[in-house]
């Protein structure tokens, strides 16, 4: 109840506020998914993926061996107590170095997201710029965003993006 008295006032301020104003609307999500230069930083940020994880995968591989080669040690009585627990040490350390190797292979991917994103953001949010100049238009919405309740269709200006963008 509260929230719909909220939104009718609001939309009512911004009724007689506002007039005179031209509005549009795009999804940027979707129009970003078109740019052939969202594929090819996929792709390479696909290929860095894969390389740290073979990278992590080798680490495990290795510290589960040097585990099981332990393990077996113990079992057949072929290491010394105290030895046995400098090699349990060693292998824990092995594995908080795993760990934190995981979880920079996690910033590694996100840092380069950004940095091949940043020049497709940037591309896109100066044509809309350009187009909300040359058009009139005071205020742009991105669907995608979900901060629009309703829009015209005829103020969708996806499309004078997708244009000037070549797509």
């Known amino acids: 109840m509260m929230r719909n008295i909220f939104l009718f006032t609001l939309s009512i301020l911004l009724s007689t506020t506002l007039v005179g104003q031209k509005f549009g609307y795009m999804d940027s999500n979707a129009l970003v998914a078109e ?3 969202v594929k ?5 940020l696909e290929t860095l993926q894969k ?5 992590g995968q080798q680490k495990l591989q290795t510290l589960q061996q040097k585990a ?3 393990e077996r ?3 057949q009585g072929e290491i010394a107590p105290k030895k046995l627990q400098e090699e349990a040490e060693k292998l824990q350390a ?6 934190q190797f995981e979880q920079d292979m996690q910033r590694q991917v996100m840092q380069k997201r950004q940095e091949l994103y940043k020049p497709i953001f940037d591309k896109v ?3 809309i710029e350009e187009i909300a100049k040359e058009e009139g238009y005071t205020y742009i919405f991105d669907l995608s965003a979900g901060s629009i309740l309703y829009a015209d269709e005829s103020t969708d200006v996806t499309t004078l993006v997708r244009q000037r963008l070549g797509l």
């Not at 092995?94 to 760990?99: A, F, K, R």
């Open 35 to 37: 740019m052939p230069e």
């Open 40 to 44: 090819q930083a996929d792709a390479k």
């Open 51 to 55: 390389q740290l994880q073979k990278q």
């Open 68 to 70: 099981q080669d332990l």
């Open 73 to 75: 040690k113990e079992r």
């Open 94 to 99: 092995e594995q908080l170095e795993l760990q």
């Open 125 to 127: 949010n100066m044509v």
